[in-house]
């Protein structure tokens, strides 16, 4: 049996992973290879996933700090809305007013014609 260092496909990288070049439907030289390739391949998705979920709890934890300030900006923004709401106010009323005066006319001209 070939050792994994002998083999013309193995590659070690700087920081001391391994890496296996070769092509499981293909280039494999012996069964143990597959094998072998198999675990390293695992390996490798689990530290891509170890990485994933870390760059997820950083996500989170970014949004747990940001959520009070959150919230206070849609309180801030909420209040100016209803400020504006209510400095709209004194045009709608007046106008609401003036259209049921109208309205009040309108019938009494339509009742006397009757």
Request: proline share 3%; glycine share 0%.
């Amino acid at each position: 049996m070939i050792q994994c260092q002998d083999c013309q496909y193995f590659h070690r990288t700087s920081r001391g992973d391994i890496r296996l070049d070769c092509d499981p439907f293909s280039t494999i030289l012996e069964p143990e290879c597959l094998t072998k390739w198999q675990l390293v391949k695992i390996n490798q998705m689990t530290t891509s996933v170890n990485q994933m979920v870390a760059s997820y709890q950083a996500t989170l934890d970014y949004y747990r700090k940001l959520a009070p300030m959150q919230e206070k900006m849609f309180k801030v923004m909420e209040r100016e809305l209803d400020d504006m709401s209510e400095s709209e106010n004194w045009k709608v009323s007046d106008e609401d007013d003036q259209t049921d005066e109208d309205n009040e006319e309108e019938r009494s001209d339509s009742d006397s014609w009757k």
